[in-house]
């Protein structure tokens, strides 16, 4: 069987990055190794679990490992929280089932917000073109904003304030506040509220 390089000579020449020199991984952890090792297990038992309903337990776990977590937040089971000191959610907002927010950098969720089920955040990729060294960048929800469910949202984006991205979305440049962002390729389909309107009291 030919290789690749038979059946095209010229991708001999391609480079390939040595995974093993790649620099930074250990450099977002921003805490010693017991604790990190110790957060792995309380997530594993108190905030990832599916048959560990209270939210508020999630809550205080996530509180004792350093997040800042307001009043009247709802966590629900199967969230993933990568290192909870680099975390804040304002009042009122909900994280909902299996979100995970792999936060290498800060994430900033602001007050009555929603982060629907499903959805993936990341603040960390890699130099691909170099040495596959990490880079991280921090993500802001901002009040009031809905990002639903199983959307992607990429470091250095700030989703603004009531702004709604709808299913299935990758963000991965600045929403606008009031903004309506959808797939297929983050099109903005609109504005969430009309100019000067007021959200309906329950």
Known sequence: MATAAERNPADSDVPVIDLSQAPGE???WNRPKWMI???SATELVLVT???QISSGLRTKALRAFGAKIGDGVIIRPRTRIKFPWNLEVGDRSWIGEGVWIHNQDQV??????VVSQETFITT?????RKDMGLITRP?????GAWVTSRCVVTGGVTVG???LV???TLVNRDVGPNVVLGPPKADTKGRRFAVGARAEQP
Do not use: K
Not at 108 to 113: P, S
Not at 124 to 128: E, F, L, P, T, V
Not at 139 to 143: G, H, K, Y
């Open 37 to 39: 090792y110790l957060w």
């Open 161 to 163: 304030r009531s702004a």
């Open 26 to 28: 250990g450099e977002a």
């Open 108 to 113: 900033t969720i602001g007050h009555d917000a």
């Open 124 to 128: 960390g990729s890699h130099a691909h």
């Open 49 to 51: 679990n599916p048959w």
């Open 166 to 168: 709808q299913p299935l």
């Open 139 to 143: 993500v802001t929800i901002e009040d």
